[in-house]
């Protein structure tokens, strides 16, 4: 039995779709009024929980679940100690820095970044040697530079509609980001033939 | 039997002796060893002569400093480190062998580790690594630091896309690529491991390592231990301190590692140290919280009495109860609410009646 842990929404169901078109499907999660949170099919060796996007790692990290999907973005904010077994190429989107077009940087001031990602934005301009000013927010990040609340805000950008909306423009790419199938270390060892199955059914069936 | 009591016959067994410390350690041990530490919080007092002490973070450091002369040495003490933003004091066992480090020793601590794990739980997987391999590897890549960075942490969590694609970006050699992808992707056993990378290792220093590794293989086949030890290069260690072999062990029912060690020569010549040496540390912590909480049963009888009843009697009772081996203890009627779990629970005439008295 390999237990997987789908994050809630849609990239859980383009994931499950993949899983459940590789051999591994579980009817039961697509009953879109159950209240279940755990789905199993016993003939397929396979148990499925919904979670959140961002806890995703930590059920793989601490072994609740042998192997996860998670967002790359979650993998860099948090650092989980688990094995990145494949990019599944779905979910694709860039993590950046945005502002409006006109703000130039003063360098006599740290910078200010809104975020909801701190530890992401802090490595990004350590990186080029930029001092800043963390604000950690857990939404509506486009609306810190518009109140002046932050110079800058480091998100994720899918198409770009809600910067522009907001006359916003990406000014850097910190990172190109993709869901990833994930492995809880030790799970690798012991249930070793059983996750190499299931990386290889999600290989074949990726888009790249 | 404990787990701590097993773990000392194991060691004393192989004739490792027993090692005792004091909590405390001078200050100045670990501001000079920093990187070596997981943290460099500690819990630090002054002394009542103005000297700055600390609560032993980890038990090898003190070790090294205490040591004079080849030992081999075996612990079951208590570190104090910072966890979730508060201090723990943590249980920790562990190994040390200190001297001339040679083939043989090596395997023995190797070995040593494998049987401990099997204390824990019969199935478990020891996994190898060979920092100085890992650093020849680089050097032979010749990457940029920041690039070697890049792909430490790859092979650490078997990233085999990002080596791919290093690869088509040119990064790395179409060959080296291909062997990167190998390391990264390699969970396989010790011996048939090895014997698969000898064919595909062209620089000196990595065909040295693995004909060293390769006699280790041996000396672990001798101690009977082989079959549960991997080759996977994807153990984190700090390159600084560890030069050689690095190993960490897991078993099934615990889903993190429950055991690290590996060669620390370059440690021993930082604290200027003539000798070689190689050791682990069990994380007994780990193995306690990851016990299963529920107890069956609080003991085997409950002997239930009243404030009426003889007390000299109810002692006599209890004496003889518990001297034939039973876990046993007298409950007071108003006091027994069926929240503790006994196997059995007898009024005192039932007890009485069974014991004979």
Same mark, same amino acid.
């Given at each position: ?35 279940? +949170? ?7 060796? !396979? ?10 790692? !930590?059920? !793989?990290?601490?072994? %609740? %679940? ?45 910078? #200010? ?7 992401? %934005? ?40 809600? +910067? ?10 910190? %990172? ?9 270390? !030790? ?17 074949? #069936? #990726?888009?790249? | 039997? =404990? ?11 192989? /004739?490792?002796?027993?090692?005792? $410390? ?16 997981? =943290? ?5 007092? $002054? ?18 400093? @205490? $040591? ?38 090596? /395997? ?18 020891? @996994?190898? @690594? ?27 969590? &078997? ?8 690869? *088509? ?32 290792? *062209? ?69 200027? &140290? ?19 909480? @529920? ?42 609410? /069926? ?19």
């Amino acid at each position: 039995m390999i237990s997987v842990a789908l994050p809630k929404g849609r990239l859980g169901e383009e994931v499950y779709a993949l899983l459940a078109d590789a051999g591994y499907s579980c009817d039961e999660i697509l009953d879109k009024k159950t209240r279940k +949170l755990v789905f199993e099919n016993k003939e397929h060796t !396979v148990r499925y929980f919904q979670v959140k996007p961002t806890d995703v790692a !930590v059920y !793989v990290e601490r072994g %609740a %679940a042998d192997v996860g999907i998670a967002g790359k973005d979650i993998l860099m904010e948090y650092s989980p100690d688990v094995y990145e077994l494949l990019d599944l190429g779905i979910g694709k989107c860039r993590m950046c820095i945005a502002g409006f077009a006109e703000f130039t940087d003063n360098t006599d001031r740290p910078l #200010r970044v809104a975020t909801k990602f701190p530890h992401i %934005a802090r490595s990004y301009y350590e990186e080029i040697g930029r001092d800043i000013d963390i604000i950690k927010l857990h939404g509506s990040i486009e609306l810190a530079p518009i109140l002046k609340l932050s110079d800058v805000i480091c998100d994720i950008v899918e198409t770009g509609s809600t +910067l522009r909306e907001n006359n916003l423009v990406v000014r850097e790419e910190v %990172a190109k980001i993709s869901a990833r199938f994930i492995a809880n270390k !030790v799970s690798f060892r012991f249930a070793n033939e059983e996750i190499l199955k299931m990386k290889n059914a999600l290989e074949n #069936r #990726r888009v790249i | 039997m =404990s787990l701590e009591t097993k773990l000392n016959k194991l060691f004393a067994g192989y /004739g490792y002796q027993k090692f005792r $410390t004091s909590k405390f350690e001078e200050y100045d041990l670990y501001a000079e060893n920093r990187d070596f530490l997981m =943290s460099s919080q500690l819990i630090t007092f $002054t002394d009542l002569d103005g000297s700055l002490l600390a609560l032993k973070p980890d038990i090898t450091l003190s070790i090294i400093k @205490s $040591t004079t002369q080849p030992r081999r040495l075996y612990y079951n003490e208590k570190v104090y480190r910072p966890r979730d933003h508060h201090f723990r004091e943590i249980p920790q066992a562990g190994v040390e062998c200190i001297g001339s480090v040679d083939l043989y020793r090596e /395997g023995e601590v190797i070995s040593l580790a494998c049987k401990a794990l099997a204390c824990i739980e019969e199935d478990y997987v020891l @996994s190898i @690594s060979h920092a100085g391999f890992l650093k020849a590897l680089m050097e032979h890549l010749n990457l940029s630091e920041k690039y070697s960075g890049f792909v430490m942490e790859a092979l650490c969590g &078997k990233n085999t896309d990002y080596i791919r694609s290093l690869a *088509s970006e040119n990064i790395l050699k179409e060959e080296d690529g291909e062997l990167l992808f190998n390391l990264a992707e390699m969970y396989v056993p010790f011996g048939e491991g090895i014997r698969s990378l000898k064919k595909r290792i *062209s620089f000196a220093e990595g065909k040295e390592i693995l004909s060293e590794l390769s006699d280790l293989a041996a000396v672990l086949d001798g101690f009977g231990v082989l079959d549960h030890v991997y080759l996977d290069f994807s153990l984190k260690s700090s390159m600084e301190y560890y030069n050689g072999v690095i190993f960490q062990g897991s078993v099934r029912s615990i889903p993190t590692y429950v055991l690290s060690g590996g060669r620390y020569d370059s440690l021993m010549k930082k604290m200027a &140290k003539p000798f070689e040496a190689i050791g682990f540390a069990v994380y007994m912590d780990v193995v306690e919280n990851s016990r299963s909480t @529920s107890k069956n049963y609080d003991g085997d009888l409950a002997v239930i009495y009243t404030a009426k009843d003889n007390p000299k009697l109810l002692a006599k009772l209890i004496q003889a109860l518990a001297s034939s081996g039973l876990r046993v203890n007298a409950v007071r009627k108003e006091e027994f609410d /069926g929240n503790e779990r006994w196997k059995r629970v007898l009024t005192l005439k039932e007890a009485r009646k069974e014991a004979g008295i």
